[in-house]
């Protein structure tokens, strides 16, 4: 099973608009990680966020994390087209045997 | 100066056959992985090396057989391939987990 779930499964917005999708995850983590997926590409590490912080920016992307909830949501402001891509979620923990385990994605479509 | 290259990126093949993927890296990483992607986008991971010595082995048919000759370089071989084969193995390399994953570009593999 996955360890990460995101939430949307999809999402569709208008150029300009703010995007925000959500990660729940179920064991202790040491960090949490977005990353990007283009169709047809591989995957591009967007931020990481470490279980003793609740909150990072990089650009127009902002993560939060609650651990007590065991969950992370990512905000992306200002949406571009070029922001249309597969948004997954991944962990990191010994509970889930130090490997990085990723949720299924949130697709976000951003139209012009 | 691609950071993490696999080849090929498409592979055609019939069942029964035997096929490698071939992935590099040139970040200098000491860790190397390869996931596996289904048609629905989830990600698993399927093997770890760090520094050529096996760390991850998930339970994946004893078909597929990763061999890594130096750190920087990490094949997979697959013997006797099945129709659920078929989808977008990817490469990624990490110096340590707290700082991400670069991805290669994957190789969609098709088994007909």
């Known amino acids: 099973s996955q360890q990460g779930e995101e939430d949307p499964q999809a999402l569709s917005i208008q150029e300009g608009e703010n995007a925000t999708m959500n990660c729940s995850y179920k064991?202790?983590?040491?960090?949490l990680q977005w990353y990007r997926q283009n169709s047809g590409r591989g995957l591009v590490h967007l931020i990481l966020?470490?279980?003793?912080?609740r909150e990072k920016h990089s650009g127009r992307l902002r993560v939060t994390l609650d651990t007590s909830k065991k969950s992370s949501s990512l905000l992306i402001t200002a949406s571009r087209a070029a922001d249309t891509a597969s948004y997954f979620c991944?962990?990191?923990?010994?509970?889930?045997?130090?490997?990085?385990?990723f949720g299924g994605g949130t697709r976000v479509l951003v139209k012009p | 100066d691609t950071a993490v290259s696999q080849t090929p990126k498409y592979l055609v093949t019939q069942m029964g056959n035997d096929k490698s993927i071939k992935c590099e890296q040139n970040?200098?990483?000491?860790?190397m992985y390869w996931y596996k992607q289904d048609s629905k986008k989830f990600l698993k991971i399927m093997f770890s090396?760090?520094?050529?010595?096996?760390?991850i082995n998930e339970t994946v048919p004893n078909r597929f057989s990763p061999k890594s000759p130096d750190k920087a370089h990490l094949n997979l071989h697959i013997n006797s391939l099945e129709l659920g084969d078929s989808a977008v193995y990817f490469c990624?390399?990490?110096?340590?987990?707290?700082?991400?994953?670069?991805f290669g570009s994957g190789t969609r593999l098709t088994v007909v």
């Open positions: 990624a390399s990490s110096q340590n987990r707290a700082a991400g994953y670069t």
């Open positions: 064991t202790s983590i040491n960090n």
């Open positions: 966020i470490r279980s003793n912080e």
């Open positions: 991944a962990t990191d923990g010994e509970a889930a045997g130090n490997k990085l385990t």
């Open positions: 970040l200098g990483h000491d860790t």
């Open positions: 090396y760090n520094n050529k010595e096996l760390i």
